[in-house]
């Protein structure tokens, strides 16, 4: 890569990477998985380790986490709490050490063979302890590296965290003792950890959970990390968090190896991790790394990878740190699970900001217990580096176990009924020619990625389709993953896929289907709502609904989107003009839209979906209102402006959604809008709330 393509890929990485941390370390909102932000970090840590010339003071390599909440006290660390940099496979961890050796060697040191001391990564969140002669005087969470929250109560409730260090007899020192480590109580020690949760307690946690009707929580990281944050120490204690040690601050002389750190560590009664281990060799910390990755899932607690670290104190401290990394260490991560599958088509979906995203149509594949069918390409230029084209034969990952990612193709597998893929010249969504920006292409039409997902909003929306639960961010993140690209594939989403977006569990992912197969059934007048049609809104979606049923039969045979469809794109002007309220501007944009070939394809994708249309009345014929139109501005102290509705057309009545000369009545509300000028301009008759409500009676 050029250094002015490197300088752009850089920028972008630090603005991605400092957005999702802002806001999982500030505001508590984990938007991405912390596995995907450790991939944007690695690729960000690889090209600034490339052009160093690149690196800024505030790049997020440069420093850990964010800004602690307001909640807690603030404290600051007695030196900072670094993070580490990520190895995905051997060759990621054999490159770690070959930096640090030749680090070393610039200096004039030789590293020669050295052994690493190996420990878990566990999953949870890391904590500093301070001790004070020997007793538990303070307790923070990370932070942003330099200053963290005082959580020191919470602490204090996990059994695992001694209260008092234990001296250690000096009668199981020197040679009586070779197993053990010397210590003394000094009058102040740091040592920090990671406080987590099993697996058992977790599901416990859950269950209560589901007995009360709460919501279920994702993971257990989630719920450590939350537990350690509580005001109420009472709701930490209930969870039962646990503690592993892993590190001394300070680094005494005395100790000498990491393997040493870890014996001083239990002689001052700190649980450490037993499976960690002192080995000789690159070569052993792989094949730790294997047998991890064999135990992981019969472990009684998550972990995402081990812990490398060269055991030689003198050597690690010489190594020094890579910006807020140290050198002599590394978080190997294990790889994530994969599974070969059949690219049945690609689409193309249209983002927020108008870039055009390629994503896979999969032949539905199990990746890592999720059932996964779309995975998103990126971009034309991903395309072409893998060599995809539709049909092949592709191994799909989940990285972190959560975004599903197509990282290699079988061309050796091809049958040559596999088909190139091209990008389109036109917006698939407001049909503008697209322009090509670097590695993206974009419709040139600034509100149009915007109004793509503001129509799916509206489409889910209370008046339409009225689904529970997919609200705006469910839909960002749907399309985000590709899992949708427009309102028809709500229908088709399944609970796995749901599932494997963050902070949805089985059960919300489950409800959330259920909810959607529920809407599948609707009146005719919001469906029509639903499709978002200019001008369109829920009083000319009603009346149009009535008209479709005066050419349609209502029989069930009979009422379905293909027909509806039929008439509406037969229908002319003149016709959809004598419909009540329906003016010329009205007529033309219905008339429009059933005319264009990209609607016609979602109302054919919406039929397929076994979308079941249903005409309600939307009112009482021969009522009291019978003959009369309303129009409602304004709030109203009473009722809702929808209440209102339901009870004039319970009464008879029609509501319109503009004053005219044939408007009957205007129900003026609190702060009137235009339409109260309107009506005095045309001598319409105007009700204050009190008449409205005695003309009710």
């Known amino acids: 890569m050029e250094k002015k ?20 370390l500030v505001f508590n909102r984990e938007i991405i998985s912390p596995e995907a932000e450790d991939a944007l970090k690695k690729e960000l840590f690889d090209l600034e380790e490339k052009f160093p010339e690149l690196v800024i003071p505030d790049s997020p390599t440069q420093r850990v986490g964010g800004k602690p909440l307001k909640e807690f006290k603030k404290v600051k660390h007695v030196s900072p709490m670094i993070s580490l940099n990520d190895a995905f496979n051997e060759t990621d961890l054999r490159d770690w050490y070959r930096r640090f050796a030749d680090y070393l060697e610039a200096k004039g040191i030789q590293a020669g063979n050295p052994e690493f001391y190996c420990d878990l990564k566990m999953d949870g969140l890391a904590v500093e302890l301070v001790y004070e002669n020997g007793v538990f005087a303070q307790g923070s969470t990370r932070g942003d590296g330099e200053w963290g929250e005082d959580v020191t109560q919470n602490l204090r409730t996990i059994e695992a965290i001694p209260l008092r260090l234990l001296a250690t007899s000096d009668k199981r020192h020197g040679k009586e003792a070779s197993s053990h480590v010397a210590v003394n109580i ?7 950890g990671e406080a987590f949760l099993t697996k058992k307690e977790f599901a416990r946690i859950n269950k209560e959970q589901e007995k009360k009707g709460g919501k279920l929580f994702a993971n257990p990281r989630n719920v450590a990390a939350g537990s350690i944050r509580q005001l109420d120490p009472k709701i930490t204690a209930s969870r039962k968090p646990d503690f592993y040690a892993y590190a ?26 037993p499976l960690g281990k002192k080995v000789k060799s690159l070569e052993e910390v792989v094949a730790f790394h294997a047998e991890l990755a064999k135990k992981r899932a019969k472990l009684d607690y998550e972990i ?15 190594a020094g740190d890579i910006g807020k990394a140290p050198r002599g260490m590394v978080a190997y991560k294990f790889p994530a699970a994969e599974k070969t599958a059949i690219v049945e088509n690609i689409i193309v979906q249209v983002g927020r900001t108008g870039v055009l995203t390629p994503v896979a149509v999969l032949k539905p594949v199990e990746v890592g217990g999720v059932i996964v069918k779309h995975s998103t390409l990126h971009n034309a230029d991903e395309i072409m580096r893998l060599g995809l084209k539709i049909g092949d034969t592709v191994i799909v990952s989940r990285a972190g176990d959560v975004i599903p990612k197509i990282i290699k193709v079988f061309p050796e597998l091809r049958s040559g009924k596999e088909k190139e893929f091209n990008m389109p010249a036109k917006c698939p969504f407001d049909g503008s020619k697209i322009i090509r920006d670097g590695v993206m292409y974009k419709c040139p039409n600034p509100q149009c990625g915007a109004r793509h997902r503001e129509q799916l909003y509206h489409f889910a929306s209370r008046n339409a389709f009225n689904i529970e639960g997919l609200g705006p961010q469910i839909i960002d993140r749907l399309l985000d993953e590709g899992l949708i690209s427009d309102a028809a594939d709500i229908f088709n989403l399944e609970a796995g896929e749901i599932r494997a977006l963050k902070r949805f569990g089985d059960k919300s992912a489950r409800n959330l289907v259920e909810e959607i197969a529920v809407k599948k059934k609707i009146p005719l007048s919001k469906f029509i709502y639903g499709l978002g049609i200019l001008h369109v809104g829920e009083e000319t979606a009603a009346l149009l609904a009535r008209r479709i049923m005066d050419n349609v039969k209502s029989d069930k045979e009979k009422l379905n989107i293909k027909n509806i469809t039929n008439y509406l794109s037969h229908v002319s002007l003149d016709d959809l003009q004598t419909i009540p309220d329906v003016g010329p501007k009205v007529a033309q944009s219905i008339y429009d839209w059933f005319r264009e070939k990209r609607n016609i394809r979602l109302l054919e994708k919406l039929d397929r979906a076994w979308i079941e249309l249903e005409y309600v009345p939307e009112k009482k014929e021969g009522g009291k209102f019978y003959g009369k139109s309303f129009v409602l501005t304004g709030s109203l102290s ?14 008879g009545g029609d509501v319109s959604e503009s004053v005219g000369k044939k408007t009957s009545y205007v129900v003026a509300g609190n702060e009137p809008g235009s339409k109260y000028e309107k009506a005095k301009k045309f001598g319409v008759s105007i009700l204050d709330e009190a008449e409205f409500l005695k003309m009710l009676k």
Not at 639 to 650: F, G, H, L, N
Request: no cysteine.
């Open 638 to 651: 009473s009722m809702t402006r929808e209440q209102a509705k339901d009870k004039i057309r319970a009464l």
């Open 248 to 273: 001394l601050v300070g680094k005494p002389e005395e100790y000498g190896t990491k393997e040493k750190y870890y014996r001083a560590l239990g002689e001052f009664g700190f649980k450490t991790n």
């Open 304 to 318: 995402d990878g081990i812990v490398a670290a060269v055991n030689d104190n003198v050597l690690y401290d010489k």
């Open 186 to 192: 000094p009058q102040k020690l740091v040592v920090r």
């Open 5 to 24: 393509s490197a300088g752009e890929r850089i920028r972008h990485l630090r603005n991605v990477i400092n957005k999702y941390r802002r806001e999982r």
